[in-house]
């Protein structure tokens, strides 16, 4: 069964970074992509960037360009989010989503999310 | 790239079949068959209900359905159950290959 296991819960000070892991298990990691979502308090869902694994290629909304990277660990089988010059707005719960094969577009497996909190 | 426009809420009684909208543009939902569902309780991560417009993955009851007409996507769900009640939310593959969802609509079972 696939498995989707995020990094916990975070506080960050407005203006730095945080990077978020995404630890894979079942299925076979280089044979699909990764998404990054995430859902501000009481808001909707926000589709933030993705890569595939295999060829280490991200491409990532234009919202979070030059903001966010997301890398992958094939040897691990770990995907990472790193969103910088963090903001209050950036408070949210980030999800990392499995995207099977071509079908790249929708998620069928999801992590747990991770809270990420933004305060002075 | 705008959200796509999903009503705020919807509500039917148990029994009843409920249909949720989703709205794009002729760069996102009218191009492509890639339109996908999800449902999401509160406090849970999002469930695929629906992928590519009318597929339903293994184990969503055949009560939910999606189809497309233009620039707009819609999830139909017949025979409401209480369990049915959360957020649900589309999204849709993009011209500029990346991903937008809808705002979110919230079924209430009344």
């Known amino acids: 069964q696939v498995q989707l296991v995020q990094s916990g819960a975070e506080v960050k000070k407005p203006g730095s970074s945080v990077k978020v892991s995404c630890k894979a298990s079942?299925?076979?990691?280089?044979?699909?992509?990764i998404s990054w979502v995430r859902q501000a308090p009481g808001q909707g869902l926000e589709w933030m960037g993705r890569?595939?694994?295999?060829?280490?290629?991200?491409n990532y909304a234009q919202k979070f360009q030059g903001r966010v990277t997301i890398t992958a660990d094939k040897s691990t089988s770990t995907a990472y989010m790193e969103l910088s010059s963090l903001r209050s707005e950036d408070t949210a719960v980030y999800y990392c989503?499995?995207?099977?094969?071509?079908?790249?577009?929708?998620?069928?497996?999801w992590g747990q999310g991770t809270l990420v909190t933004v305060s002075s | 790239q705008s959200a796509l426009t999903q009503p705020p809420s919807v509500s039917g009684s148990p029994g009843q079949s409920v249909t949720i909208s989703c709205t794009g543009t002729?760069?996102?939902?009218?191009?492509?068959?890639?339109v996908s569902w999800y449902q999401q309780p509160p406090g849970t991560a999002p469930k695929l209900m629906i992928y590519e417009v009318s597929n339903r993955p293994s184990g969503v009851p055949d009560r939910f359905s999606g189809s497309k007409s233009g620039n707009t996507a819609s999830l139909t769900i017949s025979g409401l159950q209480a369990e049915d009640e959360a957020d649900y939310y589309c999204?849709?593959?993009?011209?500029?290959?990346?991903?937008?969802f809808g705002g979110g609509t919230k079924l209430t079972v009344l």
């Open positions: 989503a499995r995207g099977n094969g071509s079908g790249w577009f929708y998620f069928d497996y």
């Open positions: 002729s760069s996102d939902v009218g191009s492509y068959n890639r």
């Open positions: 999204s849709s593959y993009t011209s500029s290959s990346r991903v937008v």
């Open positions: 890569i595939i694994p295999i060829l280490g290629i991200a």
């Open positions: 079942g299925g076979t990691f280089s044979s699909y992509t």
